[in-house]
């Protein structure tokens, strides 16, 4: 028996110290000349399979693969509202073959306690690919008609109606604190595990209103399983001609504008000037493609493609103003002042 | 006419029939690798097929998923190892069955229903989709909390005797289960301020560890020159007529299948330990005690998960809202190709459907002969002898392990759950309800949670219970299923057959 059980042990460690080698042996940082790129660069995305942030990251990466002569191996790395990939990718040598497909969701990383990581201390935007909107949805059959209806009566009525939300820092929690701030509502709300699951509330009448990014609400508006009430921007758009945007029916919201979900892309802080520049530029020609153009319009979301200093004001933007409202909706103990984050003006 | 004709293109057109083939195939042979989920392998699917046509992808892509599910079995049965979490009910009586020498006869018959639970989930969803949908859509938060407890239950036929140990194992399982980042509130749990362990255990690793490694470590204790079974019993093809005995259970445990799949919260997993304790209630006479190796055990949970993928592609194609992991994967590939999923595909792109609806009856009826043709290869797994099994295991729930999120840190939870396995396999506490916590314990916190906090107060939390139908026949079954258990209704029961 005991010969059995040293058998046993021995195995064990065999295992461990196999994998422990294992893991020593890569990131061996060498500084990158002008002829990056010299081997495969890594894309990690931060969500997980068939998200709008892998299917952009996916279609994305053979169109760049052809500008930038080299190949882009694309893996998702999920998990903690994409805290986990955020930390990989930081924690890669800043050499420019280790890229980060993300989201906005680590905007409020900071504020919400979820990790140390922040696009703006810690990473550089080789491109925000395209952006959003966020639309205030209820069933076709629902009393409220308009906006205003919903919120006067939220107002009246505190905790009378359901919100549904996607968690903390979610599209529907900015919103609801949005709201809250302005206009004093007070909703019930329960969270959910994303878009699917809260549309599929809404559908079932679990809930009574919800915020989720219009494309996918839209199929569902020209249905008629759901009326769509407002447009969380300053002029109505394209897809959704018949929905008013947000500022015609209350001008106050403009400050927090433009405000919504974004799809970028990022390099360590770190990364060397030509690296970044490189990739800067063959990134903007294949978003520009209109292969990927179609792409985008078929997720329904809006071209964006910008870099720089202009990418950095974007996002500096949406941190600001989702960070001081869940802020000041008493959402978050943690003051946005602690990070320098800036109020919205 | 014109549904027959789209029906009837995946079996016309070469290259469909060859997809659909080829996926089914490849699908049987990646699914039965513990680890290689079929989740995994439709994703690279995915990105493999960006530049293809639309219907050719989606081909192949049915093809991988009912091969997957079924493949996952496999493993159950041979090495005590679920391919998938589909499969793990698979394991409870497949692997003593497997034992017993019986191997061949597992494979062959869960092959079979598998083909027929397949089957019945594409019927339904040829004829019932819309109804079922609206079924589905509106399963509540109660729902799903009564259906993960209905599933809980399941610990005391899981336990073998030792009762107190099942229900040790099933609460671990279930702190386990919510280790990590809070969906509702939010906050993190049990992390100890480490971000790895934020996005918590994923259950597959602890499958991977608690039934794979912890069988490696088990066995090395009495490795011998033998394989799992000594000797195989020489069974011919079993005849019509002892097959067509379990067809009552099939189709009842397909049913269950079916729906529960069909539920956006509820998958393949839960489909199969519900079928597998449907068969432990219902079936009065099965061959030996379930657990030991009934047949029963082993073709209601295969029923279950594959009439299961015909429940989840209901609500893909009329709702544009996926049943489980992979439909969601399905949902990217529509969108890249330009299509809309949602409540209006049908309209749109109704043709899609019957296409669809061909493709996995071809996908079944390609898994029925493939999955016959090749029980005499998989079965040569049970005689190789351990010391080239097991080696060659251990590698593969590494690899698997370490495949789901690229993330060393899951090879590290596997084999700590392959070590505490193993500890609890000698001290005779069952690994099952383990597993089976981690699977339904977030289940069971988010939708209590959620129900709870969309009442009014503590009354009209209880008072949702016996609110609707569908909640009020989920609530009298499960207090029913409950009672059943205890001492108190074996006697009344006794006493009225008596009187």
């Known amino acids: 028996m005991k010969i059995k059980s040293s058998k046993t042990t021995a195995l064990l460690f065999i295992l461990i110290i196999s994998l422990l080698s294992a893991c020593g042996s890569n990131s061996s940082a060498d500084n990158t000349g002008n002829n990056y790129p010299e081997k495969d660069i890594d894309g990690i995305i931060m969500w997980g399979e068939g998200g709008a942030t892998d299917i952009i990251g996916r279609t994305l990466a053979p169109i760049v693969e052809k500008e930038i002569g080299s190949s882009l191996v694309m893996q998702n790395r999920a998990g903690a509202a994409g805290a986990i990939a955020t930390q990989y990718v930081y924690d890669q040598a800043a050499d420019g073959y280790t890229l980060l497909f993300g989201a906005e969701n680590p905007n409020l990383y900071q504020v919400l306690d979820i990790s140390e990581r922040s696009y703006q201390e810690d990473f550089v935007p080789v491109s925000v690919i395209a952006n959003s909107f966020a639309g205030i949805i209820v069933k076709e059959d629902s009393p409220y008609q308009t906006l205003e209806d919903l919120v006067n009566h939220a107002a009246e009525n505190p905790n009378d109606l359901i919100f549904g939300t996607t968690g903390e820092g979610g599209l529907p929690n900015v919103v609801l604190a949005m709201l809250h701030n ?62 008013p945007a947000i500022t015609d029916i209350y001008p106050e919201i403009d400050k927090y504008l433009p405000w919504g979900p974004f799809q970028a892309v990022f390099a360590h802080k770190d990364t060397p000037e030509d690296v970044l520049a490189k990739l800067t530029e063959s990134f903007e020609v294949a978003i ?35 960070a001081w409202m869940l802020y000041e909706a008493g959402e978050t103990d943690i003051s946005p002042e602690e990070f320098g984050i800036p109020q919205p003006e | 006419m014109e549904a027959i004709q789209q029906f009837l293109i995946p079996f016309l057109d070469l290259n469909l029939l060859f997809l659909v083939a080829a996926g089914t195939f490849g699908g049987i042979i990646l699914g039965a690798i513990p680890g290689l989920s079929v989740t995994l392998c439709i994703a690279l699917i995915l990105s493999l097929t960006y530049s293809w046509e639309l219907l050719d992808a989606l081909a192949l892509m049915l093809g991988v998923y009912f091969g997957g599910v079924f493949g996952g079995s496999r493993a159950s049965i041979l090495i005590n190892m679920p391919g998938g979490p589909s499969n793990v009910a698979t394991s409870f009586d497949g692997y003593p069955l497997a034992q017993k020498g019986e191997a061949r006869m597992a494979l062959t018959l869960s092959t079979i229903y598998s083909f027929v639970g397949g089957i019945i989930g594409v019927i339904v969803l040829a004829t019932l989709a819309p109804l079922v949908a609206s079924v589905a859509i509106n399963f509540g938060q109660r729902d799903y909390l009564l259906l993960a407890l209905l599933g809980l239950l399941l610990v005391g036929s899981l336990s073998k005797g030792a009762t107190a140990k099942g229900i040790f194992a099933a609460g671990a399982g279930i702190l386990v289960g919510l280790v990590g980042m809070d969906t509702i509130g939010g906050g993190a749990r049990f992390t100890f301020g480490s971000l790895e362990l934020m996005s918590g255990v994923n259950f597959i690793v602890a499958l991977l560890g608690l039934f794979g490694m912890s069988e490696i470590l088990f066995q090395l204790r009495t490795l011998n020159q033998k394989g799992v079974a000594s000797f195989l019993k020489k069974t011919v093809f079993p005849p019509l007529r002892f097959i067509l005995k379990f067809l009552p259970i099939s189709l009842r445990v397909s049913i269950i299948g079916v729906f529960v799949g069909a539920l956006p919260g509820a998958g393949g997993e839960i489909a199969a330990l519900l079928g597998y304790d449907h068969a432990k209630q219902t079936v009065k006479k099965p061959n030996r005690k379930f657990g030991e190796g009934a047949y029963e055990g082993v073709i209601a949970p295969e029923a279950a998960n594959s009439a299961a993928i015909g429940g989840a592609l209901i609500p893909l194609l009329t709702l544009g809202i996926p049943g489980d992991a992979v439909t969601a994967i399905f949902i990217g590939a529509l969108f890249i190709h330009g299509l809309q999923p949602g409540p209006l595909l049908m309209e749109q792109s109704g043709d899609l459907f019957w296409v669809m609806v061909g493709s996995s009856v071809l996908a079944n009826v390609f898994l029925l002969i493939f999955g016959l043709l090749v029980v005499s290869i998989f079965i040569k797994i049970v005689t190789v002898p351990k010391q080239v099994l097991l080696p060659i295991i251990a590698v593969i729930t590494v690899i698997g392990s ?46 209590f949670r959620r129900a709870y906090m969309g009442s009014d107060g503590f009354g009209d939390f209880l008072f949702g219970f016996v609110n609707t139908p569908i909640t009020l026949i989920l609530t009298i079954v499960f207090i029913f299923t409950m009672l059943g258990q205890t001492n108190i209704f074996t006697t009344i029961k006794g006493k009225l057959k008596k009187g």
Do not use: C, H
């Open chain 1, 182 to 243: 302005e206009f004093g509502t007070e909703f019930r709300t329960v969270p959910y595990d994303g878009e699917g699951p809260v549309t599929t509330a809404l559908l079932g009448g679990e809930i009574d209103a919800t915020t989720v990014t219009i494309s996918a609400a839209q199929d569902y508006v020209e249905s008629g399983d759901f009326r769509m009430l407002a447009v969380i921007n300053d002029e109505e758009i394209e897809a959704l001609p018949d929905v």
């Open chain 1, 288 to 322: 520009d493609t209109s292969d990927f153009r179609t792409t985008l319009e078929n997720l329904g979301m809006e071209y964006l493609n910008i870099s720089g200093q202009e990418a950095i004001d974007y996002i500096e933007q949406n941190r600001s103003t989702s």
């Open chain 2, 402 to 447: 370490y495949s789901i999120n690229n993330s060393i840190t899951d090879v590290y939870w596997m084999l700590g759950f392959g070590i505490i396995g193993f500890i609890m396999k000698i001290n005779k506490f069952p690994v099952a309800p383990l597993v089976l916590g981690i699977i339904l314990g977030p289940l069971i916190d988010t939708s």
